[in-house]
């Protein structure tokens, strides 16, 4: 059966080439199965290149199918993403799961899980923490601190907990698998093995790359191509200052929309405006997330509605993955999708944000390519 894995690839690396290779060695005759966010990202910010492109990436890295994680679950915070994420995986009939990870240690990690579920004294310690000051994360590390003794602060771990949360709070029969990663997600430098955030970074002071990305990704990496969240900026000021019901929007706590209201107008950017929000309680992804559902309008009902993965959609796939496709889709459950259907809320609103996505450069055909790109071998 297929391997899955979960990614952003924003953009793929030699990192992901190496994680890639790692999993092909270990499963040499086995199908990679992708779930992918789409033009957003988990930590509220937009994909440097557009769906598309990170596709033909994937293909050219030897993946055998790709699938879109809806926009709802891919801006979420990092329990919920991963929940859409593995539930794909789940409903693709996946049997091993693997994850890239600091540590490596995934014996801790299932023990760190196991804490969080259905756990009333890990719940009141949660509480107790946030009562006292300390945000939403902080609370979460010291009530694991003191159930377990053990200490994860490291993005992939953490996402890595969440991972296995899922699979064992929903009785799913993935087996979750670490790889260890080789680079320091805050190591801004840029060598062969170097973070998608270092890499971002440097293009967006128009430096060289190349050495830390593979050809068949550089190509890809035109200055036209980029998207850089500033450029989103006045966007987002406009919908600050027109919207009346910012306390509709998904992620906008109760307050914080007439601190929004005030500050627009005191800031010149979007790194500014985070800065400002920024505090204790308000952590600098929940803010990113929070402006970028402001940006697409994205409300709390909207939130409530798409609590669920009620289709698969299908980005790309070669022989191995369709051969992969066929064999499975009798049994699953939920619609297998190719081609865009009206009239389904959760691909209107994908449609949505490709729309916004694409407002900075002008970009008509991606647009287009929303609802005009289409594979065979439907269900």
Known sequence: MAVGIIAEYNPFHNGHLYHLKKIKEKFPEEEIVLVMNGHYTQRGTVSIIDKWKKVEIAKKAGINLIVELPFPFATQSADFFSYGAITILEKLKIEKFVFGSETEDIKTLTTIAK??????????????????????PTAISKAIYDLTGEKV?????????????VILANKYKIKPIAIKRLNNY??????????????????LLNKDVTKAIPNFTNIHLKKENLHFIEQYFNLLKYKIITEENLNQIATVEEGIENLLKKTIYEVSSYQELIEELKSKRYTYNKITRMLLHILMGFTKEEAKNFREITYIRILGFDKKGQKYLRKIKKNVEIPIISKFIRNNKMLELELKATTIYAIPNNEKELIKKEYTNHLQNEK
Do not use: M, W
């Open 186 to 203: 805050h190591d801004k430098n840029i060598s062969t093995i170097a973070s998608a955030t270092a890499i971002r970074e440097n293009l």
């Open 153 to 165: 602060n490291a993005p992939n771990d953490l996402l890595g907990v969440s991972y296995i949360k």
């Open 115 to 136: 804490c969080q579920i259905n756990n009333k004294e890990f719940d009141c310690l949660v509480k107790l923490y946030s009562k006292y000051g300390e945000n939403y």
